[in-house]
């Protein structure tokens, strides 16, 4: 069973790139493991670093610097576009995110993230522009997303939207639960359809 997700609230790391594929989220040459662990350490790495051993990070990424941090990831439109790898699900989970934000996931991302314990959250350009201003001018501010009341707000302003998930994945989530959780969680309805069914 995942962990449950329902409301998370946190300061953001932001990721302002537009179309981030997903050989950039986590590049081809770590997908040898097939265990979820120890991705994160590997997430965005040739981005992070200037050369492959860790040495030199680069000053200029939002994941070195000391002033972002949080729970949630905030990106740029089209995020995990690319290649249908499910490792970059695992990377950003594994890193320490349980939220991305974007105004446009590639569907098969989106798809994986949820099915990782990764909620991702689609909100308009608008108020993806909103969250960047607010953390561009306090690195402190705030996200709060409500998955129950399917709710995404930034603390300091107020500002919020609402957002869509699958009604099913929003059960799994707020629960824990992956796809054979849900179906053990349901055995006694199973049953007695079964039964009523005979």
């Known amino acids: 069973m995942g962990k449950a997700i329902n409301i998370i609230r946190s300061t953001v790391v932001p990721l302002q790139d537009e179309n981030v594929d997903t050989d950039q989220i986590i590049p081809a040459r770590f997908l040898k493991a097939t265990s979820r662990e120890g991705f994160g350490k590997n997430l965005f790495r040739d981005w992070r670093y200037i050369n492959d051993d860790e040495t030199t990070p680069k000053a200029d990424f939002a994941l070195n610097n000391p002033a972002y941090s949080g729970k949630i990831l905030v990106a740029g439109k089209n995020f995990g576009c690319g290649s249908s790898r499910e490792h970059a699900a695992w990377a950003i989970k594994d890193y320490g995110f349980d939220v991305v934000v974007s105004s446009f996931f590639a569907d098969i991302f989106k798809n994986n993230s949820l099915n990782n314990f990764l909620l991702p959250v689609t909100v308009s350009d608008e108020f993806l522009q909103k969250i960047f201003a607010a953390v561009e001018k306090d690195p402190t501010t705030e996200v709060e997303v409500n998955l129950g009341e399917q ?10 939207q609402s957002f869509d998930i699958n009604n099913y994945k929003k ?28």
């Open 151 to 160: 709710t995404i707000t930034i603390i300091s302003t107020g500002d919020s």
């Open 171 to 198: 059960t799994c989530l707020l629960n824990g639960y992956d796809d054979i959780d849900y179906l053990i969680n349901m055995k006694q309805e199973i049953e007695a359809f079964e039964k009523a069914n005979a």
